[in-house]
């Protein structure tokens, strides 16, 4: 599964692609802090089952702090902008972004999250390929219109489905000599997503310096 250094990795590309002149340490640090931000609920699963990918992995979360940044952009003056300065209307819109690319996203396309948690418990998972064959043409697994359920997205509820951690390795209490593994690098594409976000950053860091 993707480790946070994945999901901060594309929250500090969103960050360079979308802050301007506002970027800085300060709204790197505040994007970067949204794009790790759902893996907090692992922590939440040692004492609410089924947390770990529902309860900060839902996108009922973007779509809440999306209605507060509305309601903030529709008055004048913004209290974010009074209370943390005039970027801060700015950050916390592309924080927004950097949560549901980087913090839900990858999850999302990796092992499935709990999208429409609480409303709905079930784990779903995004997979497939699109490619272009002379003998087939056009072809996407993605979404299988002729099943009912699109093609078997849905891989569980919070009462099947444990994501195992170093957190919490296994569901229920842990042996004494259990092994926890806390990923950091799982494939070479996650390496050079790293590899290039980290290169990115370091350079607008720079020109801002400079």
Known sequence: MPSTLVHVAIGGLVAVALLREEFGWWSLG????FAALPDLDTFVGLVLPGAHRSLFHTLLLPVGLSVLYIADRRVAPSRLAERFGPAAS???GVGILALVFGGIGPDLVTN??????PLQDSFVKVSGELF????RGVVQTFVDLSKADGGGAVV???QSVHYSTGVDPSPGAEPENVERVFPVLSSGMELLLVGLSGILVA???YQTTH
Do not use: P
């Open 90 to 92: 700015r950050v916390f």
């Open 203 to 205: 350079g607008r860091l």
């Open 30 to 33: 505040v994007v970067l802090v």
């Open 112 to 117: 499935g999250v709990n999208l429409l948690y």
């Open 156 to 158: 569980g509820s919070t």
């Open 132 to 135: 272009l064959s002379n003998q």
